[in-house]
């Protein structure tokens, strides 16, 4: 029994780190990287808030909103976006309390490349990960600040570490279990960069829902101004 104990152990090692294979958008964006997109990009001027317990939801919100200008005070976030039934934050919390802050959240596409291009535009980018397997989860926020193409690294704040080096194939497996789920989130002045126009009417849609109408208005005028055929 304990020789195929270890065996089943070993296997589910290896299909959860995929130690030695190179997942698809990471092998895509080595082999041929973007000319317009800078080998590597770092916002070392976002805030960092270290996560206490299980908050790593509200210490995520709270630097992006910070490096808006927002307020950003994680323990008066966790309260509106953490759920302790949960022992976490769900994204629809993440949205709706980043909203209640006077920020437009948006989704931004499941694409590596897209988060390199929202850090090179100057935005951070908030990301959910599964740090464990497909059927034992564990779910972790962390924020984009940074990227090296010739390191073959992203730079993240996460958990409790300010400047976390990660290579890109580590964070794609992780990312990819979690759903390649991110979003940006800005003031009602600015759009991400790589946003599609759906997603950003959604955001401004959302946006709608808790903030005064002037805020509102401005987040529909700054859609309609890269997308004015916008009905």
Same mark, same amino acid.
Do not use: K
């Given at each position: 029994?304990?020789?195929?104990?270890?065996?089943?152990?070993?296997?589910?090692?290896?299909?959860?780190?995929?130690?030695?294979?190179?997942?698809?958008?990471?092998?895509?964006?080595?082999?041929?990287?973007?000319?317009?997109?800078?080998?590597?990009?770092?916002?070392?001027?976002?805030?960092?808030?270290?996560?206490?317990?299980?908050?790593?939801?509200?210490?995520?919100?709270?630097?992006?909103?910070?490096?808006?200008?927002?307020? &950003?005070?994680?323990? =008066?976030? *966790?309260? +509106? #976006?953490?759920? !302790?039934? @949960?022992?976490?934050?769900?994204?629809? %919390?993440?949205?709706?309390?980043?909203?209640?802050?006077?920020?437009?959240?948006?989704?931004?596409?499941?694409?590596?490349?897209?988060?390199?291009?929202?850090?090179?535009?100057?935005?951070?980018?908030?990301?959910?990960?599964?740090?464990?397997?497909?059927?034992?989860?564990?779910?972790?926020?962390?924020?984009?600040?940074?990227?090296?193409?010739?390191?073959?690294?992203?730079?993240?704040?996460?958990?409790?570490?300010?400047?976390?080096?990660?290579?890109?194939?580590?964070?794609?497996?992780?990312? &990819?279990?979690?759903? =390649?789920? *991110?979003? +940006? #989130?800005?003031? !009602?002045? @600015?759009?991400?960069?790589?946003?599609? %126009?759906?997603?950003?009417?959604?955001?401004?849609?959302?946006?709608?829902?808790?903030?005064?109408?002037?805020?509102?208005?401005?987040?529909?005028?700054?859609?309609?101004?890269?997308?004015?055929?916008?009905?």
């Amino acid at each position: 029994m304990i020789p195929r104990l270890a065996a089943v152990l070993a296997a589910l090692l290896l299909s959860g780190c995929a130690a030695f294979f190179t997942p698809p958008q990471t092998a895509a964006l080595l082999a041929q990287p973007p000319a317009d997109l800078p080998l590597s990009a770092e916002r070392d001027e976002v805030p960092f808030f270290a996560q206490t317990r299980d908050h790593c939801g509200p210490a995520a919100l709270a630097t992006v909103l910070a490096d808006t200008g927002l307020p &950003a005070d994680p323990d =008066r976030l *966790a309260d +509106a #976006v953490f759920l !302790p039934s @949960r022992a976490g934050s769900l994204q629809l %919390e993440m949205l709706g309390g980043a909203r209640r802050q006077g920020a437009v959240a948006t989704r931004l596409p499941p694409d590596l490349q897209a988060l390199l291009r929202e850090v090179a535009a100057g935005h951070a980018v908030i990301v959910l990960q599964n740090l464990g397997l497909d059927f034992a989860p564990r779910w972790h926020y962390a924020v984009v600040v940074g990227y090296d193409l010739t390191q073959r690294q992203l730079l993240l704040r996460s958990g409790t570490t300010r400047r976390q080096a990660l290579p890109l194939r580590t964070f794609e497996y992780t990312w &990819a279990r979690a759903g =390649r789920w *991110a979003i +940006a #989130v800005l003031p !009602p002045e @600015r759009l991400p960069a790589t946003a599609s %126009e759906a997603q950003a009417l959604d955001a401004a849609v959302g946006f709608e829902r808790v903030a005064p109408p002037a805020r509102a208005a401005q987040a529909y005028r700054t859609l309609l101004a890269r997308w004015p055929g916008n009905a």
